[in-house]
């Protein structure tokens, strides 16, 4: 494995794909203004929680309006690449172009997770810069080296995670072939990570935190934003991140052997 | 003999679509469950003690987004997404020379869709039954009637608003895009999300011009028994459609005409 060959890979296909999306200028427009909206019903739902109480599961608004930041930042993350190329995924199986993919000289994995990637997602992630800056204003937020050493380090984790559970659930169409609708349970769940996990009860906080780790996805990078967050969290969420990378690897390899092309 | 020939369209589409969904009990059970958000919602609003702001009881509330579940449950539409595979495939070339208006394919597949995922909802319902006892309740005879009819005029007005977005794929390639535009205000302020009750007054003022709250909102507030004007909420949505209905002849009309297959 050398890495200048797969960045040159990579530039390669930054390159094919951001031409091909191209092509559609106003869909790339149209999706801006989804983005916006989308942000803009979240903080007005975030508002009518607020209304008549100053504090939601211990958060103020100012602070959860962090969580909507990381949120959009990590959804525009989502749209970029693991939308696009692990739906890809589903068409490879089912036509069984995935056979010309195992050819290849190349990771099976990195082809399938980075062949793609929708320019409209940027906008998203640039969105979600403007609101975590404008939320750093807000709360009164001390820039130094460890703090942000400590939000990069739990914000990768979180992406880590997200790419993870993402390409779980696209792995498992080798056997079922159509997991589309598994993908949009899994979109719904996700939306959780809108809110602070302890705005929620306590066993649906256990649910999001055991088996299906959302939890860590925005709200410990929240909590290290506003310096509330403890060490061992953040040591939990670095181990969770790496047991979920390193399981999802083991499971494509594991999938493979099972995968039989199409028709056969 | 007309209505004869009009009956047994209808009922051949059905049936044929009817077994074609239940090909797929899995993929529509997948996607009943990613219809829960609304439970979550619920979580965030009783854990937080949301409701008292808003002079509704805990039972009432838990009652409401069950039935917003329901109600989401059966107006789900999708028929720009069919279409514009369809239209890019050139499926829709056959299509056109039928003597039957391409739609009414599409609309006996979601009502066959809707049949299908009955049970689904039903077994969902019960779980939540389960964990929130105290919100049992037997609607009567007449309301459950009433809702019936308004969850589907709701269904109806969602139904012409994508097929007019689905007529757009006419003139562009990617009309889902503009879809999943417009379905941002339609979470939003649909009342699937938070009771358009809650919503602060200068939303209120204007919101019920618009035909969001009676997509979810209305239809849900009728089954649940919570306060709502039934008439004055059946005329909107009967209005609604008659607006939308002449708009979608319209517009199919004038994209007929310009329609190319693909490859011409």
Redesign the interface.
């Known amino acids: 494995m050398n890495l200048r060959k797969y960045l040159n890979v990579y530039k390669k296909f930054l390159h094919t794909s951001l031409a091909s999306e191209l092509e ?1 200028k ?2 790339i427009l ?2 801006l ?2 983005a916006i ?2 942000l803009v ?2 903080i ?2 975030l ?3 607020f ?3 100053g504090y ?2 211990g958060w103020k608004f100012e602070q959860a309006l962090i969580i909507q930041a990381i949120y959009t930042i990590l959804n525009g993350i989502t749209n970029t690449w693991f939308n696009p190329n692990l739906t890809e995924i589903v068409k490879h199986i089912r036509e069984g172009t995935l056979d010309f993919v195992l050819l290849k000289p190349i990771d099976s994995q990195f082809f399938i997770s980075l062949k793609k990637i929708n320019p409209s997602g940027f906008l998203e992630i640039i969105i979600g810069f403007l609101l975590l800056f404008l939320c750093i204003k807000i709360n009164q937020i001390n820039l130094n080296l460890s703090f942000l050493t400590l939000s990069l380090i739990t914000i990768s984790c979180s992406i880590c995670i997200l790419y993870s559970l993402w390409f779980f659930i696209s792995t498992t169409t080798i056997w ?1 072939v ?1 997991t ?3 993908i ?2 899994l ?2 769940f996700l ?2 990570g809108r ?1 602070p996990l302890n ?3 306590f066993s ?1 906080r256990i649910f999001f935190s055991i088996f299906i780790p959302i939890a860590f996805i925005t709200t410990i990078p929240s909590e290290v934003f506003l310096g509330l967050s403890v060490l061992w969290k953040i040591l939990l969420e670095v181990i969770v991140a790496t047991i979920f990378l390193i399981t999802s690897r083991k499971f494509w390899l594991f999938a493979l052997r099972f995968y039989s092309s199409a028709s056969s | 003999m007309i209505s004869n020939l009009i009956n047994r369209k209808i009922s051949t589409l059905l049936k044929v679509q009817y077994s074609n969904m239940l090909e ?1 009990r ?3 059970a ?2 009943a ?5 609304p439970f ?1 919602m619920l ?2 609003w ?3 003690n ?1 409701n ?2 808003i002079n509704i009881s805990d039972v009432l509330l838990s009652r409401y987004f069950l039935c917003a579940f329901f109600v989401r449950q059966f107006s789900v539409v999708w028929v720009v997404f069919s279409f514009e595979e369809d239209s890019l495939m050139g499926k829709v070339s056959p299509y056109l020379i039928q003597p039957l208006n391409p739609f009414f394919r599409y609309f006996a597949q979601h009502i066959a869709e809707q049949i299908t995922r009955f049970p689904f909802a039903l077994i969902i319902a019960f779980f939540f039954f389960i964990f929130n006892p105290e919100s049992i309740w037997i609607p009567n005879l007449s309301t459950l009637l009433l809702s019936i009819v308004s969850t589907f005029l709701s269904f109806l007005i969602q139904f012409l608003i994508q097929s007019i977005v689905a007529c757009l794929c006419f003139w ?3 009309a889902s ?2 879809e ?2 417009l379905f ?2 339609t ?2 302020l649909s009342g699937l ?2 009771p358009v009750v ?3 007054q200068y ?1 209120k003022s204007w919101i019920y011009m618009t035909p969001f709250p009676y997509l979810i909102d209305f239809p849900a507030n009728l089954l649940s028994g919570n306060e709502t004007n039934i008439i004055g909420g059946l005329s909107m949505q009967i209005l609604w459609i008659i607006l939308l209905l002449p708009l979608f002849k319209k517009i199919w009309s004038e994209g007929t005409k310009k329609y190319t297959a693909m490859g011409s």
């Open positions: 559609y106003t869909n149209v999706d203004i989804t909206l989308s019903g979240s007005f739902l508002s009518i929680f209304q008549n109480n939601i599961g079922f159509k589309w609708n598994a949009e349970v979109r719904s939306y959780i809110f705005s929620f009860s649906l | 797929y899995v993929e529509i997948l996607w469950i990613s219809g829960i958000i979550f979580n965030i009783t854990t937080n949301l008292e702001s562009t390639e990617k895009s503009i999943r535009l941002i205000p979470l939003f999300l938070a809650s919503f602060p939303v």
